[in-house]
């Protein structure tokens, strides 16, 4: 018996006046021979060595049905023979064997070379090992807290707080030597290795350590500890387990300061063993933990992401996506993951894999949660995923988690490849510049139809224009508003709202669909004109519908998107594939086959106009259809720069592609601007208008200066012309034809060669500068003569 074992240990301490630590037989045999007890890394004293060899020695201690072993051992039933010799052993009627040490998984019983009977001895004698109550634990060191495990069978504390010292491997003559007496509430940071952990924390225990760290000598893989279901294992100390790396960094940057563990119970279980020899019982699956060959049980009702996030091995994944049907499923969204199931996951590299965070995840950062992967998916799990499953780097799932990798703080190409906060900021502002244009125009449309001139209201067009820039002034103010509402969770650039908000900018993104499909209305409307020869009062007969369908249409879309607004990267949108865009290409046929058959009746009527006039007929027939077709052709121009760029930024994103930052940046700032180009079209008339008017002043301007500066020069001339009238008035045999000749002569080619020049074009009666004033500013008359027949010279 067990307990007699250590009564007489106690009593053999106790009468020799020595102490010590009474502990259990379990885990040893690794030769199967006591001479472990004699071994260095034991640590044992020359007494306790004794009493190891006395009361842990097995190569005498003969067992069968009557004779039992002691706890922490079975009989192995080998008749003293090899369990190769299975018939010999088997046909004994009197079956007998010698006491084998449990190791710390069902496995060993398989690997021992057993007989059937020792086997199944193996099997219940050691199946008791693996039950213990079980907790969680959480480790903070200044602040930042560490990704840490508790060691089941150690007490729970609420929280206990103390100096980190270095323990070192806790055996041997390092423990002996290490003093911690100087320090406050000591926490051991101990290493994986040497001993065994109980070895360790009874260590840090007896030289006032109020808690312990275990480290795993393996530095990316996390460390389950579990101490033996036996109270002489039982501490008074609780202790947590770290991966490697994080202890090794806890060595080198946090010894002194001040660690904070917590740890709590979930409840007491029995963790059954598992290998390929032994299964799991319903609904648990083998995880596969050690070496990949044997591991621990574990229950089906947990997340589904656990199957790929908790770090198992690919065979313990397999085994958990299997017996669990296990499947992370993302919904079927622009900016959404791919489905993962175990056939995405791989042995080995095949080709380039995943590099979601090169430089390695800092700790600040491994429990930050990254949203596009479930809600409790942290940083630190999705690292593990890419790197222990070899996902390729042209997965699309890697490229949308690094396209976020900055939310770990991890180098990037940044969202859209916009890497920098210039980038960021560019696709913020451009697409809210662009939407505040478009809300003007939009607005300068109501303003007309509605207050500047009322007799507008009266014709459909314009009617249907006032609708259409309704619809838009409520897209434009929504993308204005750009990345604003977005929840701030999601980690875009100027985001600060929530849910909510994100929902009611996409709703009335979508509402703002309705002026699109008003343009298809519009697009009738002409084609009735033009083709058809309808007039406004005839087509007002139907007006109902030219509202009805389009608006119908754009709110039962607006509706149907709310459960799948989300973030969109310049705005929040219907996230869902494919489906929201269906109106907006039908819209898109529509006008465009409309409008097509508008062209061809144009071109036809064209045809026929030329043949009627080379006829001999003057009368323009056409003119009416011609103006109310480039009209159309304006309208339908506006459609097309705000449409097709909508429906190719929608499938940039649908079809996984998410690094095109220029064209993402084009798209966005021509999206929101059809109340612009409405405007244009609508006030296109009053524009050219505007546009010559200021074309002609500036040609006034110019020719005034011209003519002032020919003016001036002229004056000479005309001086040179009075003098020789005056002499040939005084000398009457003078040949005044001769002198008025050169002087017309010299006036027509210094003074008016840019005015023939000029007038060598033909007329255009909107002219302001009529020849009359050209001539009378050109020429000061100073004598009737001398005017006339420079008016003459002019004429000709």
């Known amino acids: 018996d067990c307990s007699i074992i250590f009564v007489i240990i106690k009593f053999v301490f106790f009468f020799t006046s020595q102490t010590g630590q009474c502990e259990t037989c379990v885990g040893m045999g690794l030769q199967n021979t006591t001479d472990e007890c004699f071994l260095e890394f034991m640590g044992l004293p020359e007494k ?75 099997l219940i004698s050691c199946d ?34 103390g100096r980190l010292v270095d323990f070192g491997f806790s055996f041997g003559e390092s423990v002996t030597d290490l003093d911690l007496n100087g320090v406050e509430s000591p926490v051991c940071l101990i290493e994986r290795g040497g001993t065994f952990y109980h070895r360790k924390l009874t260590a840090c225990e007896s030289r006032g350590g109020v808690a312990a760290i275990i480290f795993n000598d393996i530095p990316d893989e996390p460390l389950y500890a579990q101490l033996f279901s036996n109270e002489v294992f039982n501490t008074n100390i609780p202790a947590v387990t770290l991966r490697g790396v994080d202890g090794l960094e806890l060595r080198e940057k946090n010894i002194g300061d001040t660690a904070t563990i917590s740890t709590w119970s979930v409840g007491n279980a029995c963790i059954p063993d598992c290998s390929d020899d032994i299964e799991c019982p319903e609904n648990m699956y083998c995880d596969y933990d050690y070496n990949g060959n044997f591991g621990s049980c574990h229950s089906c009702d947990e997340h589904a992401e656990d199957c790929y996030f908790s770090d198992w091995n690919l065979k313990g994944a397999e085994s958990c996506a299997n017996t669990c049907g296990s499947k992370l499923e993302f919904p079927e969204c622009k900016l959404c993951g791919r489905d993962v199931s175990i056939e995405n996951l791989q042995n080995d590299a095949d080709g380039d894999v995943c590099q979601f965070c090169p430089g390695g995840i800092a700790r600040e950062y491994q429990n930050t949660p990254f949203p596009l992967f479930g809600d409790e998916t942290r940083c630190i799990d999705l690292e593990r995923y890419f790197t222990r499953y070899y996902i390729p780097q042209d997965a699309r799932n890697c490229e949308l988690a690094i396209m976020y990798n900055f939310i770990c703080g991890c180098e990037g190409p940044g969202y859209m490849k916009a890497n920098n906060e210039a980038k960021r900021n560019s696709l913020v502002w451009l697409p809210r510049v662009t939407s505040i244009i478009s809300f003007f125009g939009s607005s300068i449309i109501v303003y007309d139809i509605l207050v ?47 849910d909510a908000t994100c929902t009611a900018q996409g709703f009335f993104i979508q509402l703002s669909t309705i002026a699109g499909f008003i343009n298809v209305s519009l697009s009738v409307y002409y084609l009735m004109i033009i083709k058809f020869g309808w007039n406004d009062d005839r087509l007002k007969k139907f007006r109902i519908w030219f509202y009805v369908c389009p608006i119908v249409t754009g709110l039962a879309f607006a509706f149907a998107g709310i459960p799948f607004y989300t973030n969109m990267i310049l705005w929040c949108n219907n996230g869902a594939k494919w489906w929201p865009e269906i109106p907006v290409i039908i819209s898109i046929i529509a006008a465009t086959a409309v409008m097509a058959a508008v062209c061809v009746h144009v071109h036809k009527e064209e045809q026929a106009s030329k043949r009627w006039r080379s006829a001999g007929n003057t009368v323009n027939r056409d003119s009416f259809s011609r103006a109310v077709f480039w009209q159309s052709i304006w309208y339908l121009c506006s459609f097309y720069l705000t449409w097709p760029p909508y429906l190719a930024l929608q499938y940039v994103w649908s079809s996984g592609s998410y690094s095109a930052y ?135």
């Not at 005498?60 to 010799?85: A, H, I, Q």
């Not at 003016?711 to 003098?723: C, H, K, T, V």
Request: hydrophobic share 35%; proline share 4%; net charge neutral.
């Open 128 to 161: 008791n090992f693996s039950c213990t109550e079980w907790g969680e634990a959480s480790l903070s060191v200044n602040g930042f807290a560490f990704d840490a495990l508790h060691v089941a069978g150690t007490p729970f504390v609420t929280s206990i707080k």
């Open 662 to 796: 220029g064209f993402v940046l084009f798209a966005g700032a021509l999206v929101p601007m059809q109340g612009f180009w409405n405007c244009v079209a609508f006030k296109r008339n009053q524009i050219k208008r505007v546009i010559n008017n200021v074309t002609k002043s500036l040609r006034s301007t110019t020719l005034r200066q011209t003519f002032s500066t020919a003016n001036a020069s002229g004056n000479s001339n005309r001086f040179s012309l009075m003098n020789t009238f005056k002499r040939s008035s005084q000398n009457p045999n003078r040949n005044f034809a001769t002198a008025d000749a050169a002087s017309s002569k010299n006036t027509v080619s210094g003074t008016s060669t840019n005015i023939l020049s000029e007038k060598s074009k033909p007329f255009d009666p909107s002219d302001t500068l009529q020849s009359g004033t050209i001539i009378d500013e050109a020429i000061p008359t100073n004598s009737p003569k001398v005017a006339l027949e420079e008016n003459s010279a002019l004429a000709s």
């Open 452 to 498: 500047k001139d009322k007799r507008k209201q009266k014709k459909m067009n314009h009617q249907m224009m006032l609708v259409l820039s309704i619809f838009d002034l409520f897209g434009s103010i929504a993308y204005s508003l750009t990345t604003l509402p977005m929840p701030k969770e999601d980690y875009i650039e100027g985001a600060k709202g929530n």
């Open 48 to 122: 306790g060595m004794e009493s190891c060899a006395e009361y842990c020695s097995i190569k005498d201690r003969e067992c069968d049905e009557n004779t039992r072993c002691p706890y922490g051992m079975f009989c192995n039933y080998s008749n003293g023979l090899d369990g190769s010799e299975v018939e010999v052993i088997e046909s004994s009627e009197d079956p007998w064997g010698h006491c084998k040490y449990c190791k710390w998984h069902l496995q060993f019983c398989f690997i021992k070379n057993l007989s059937p009977r020792g086997l199944a001895e193996c």
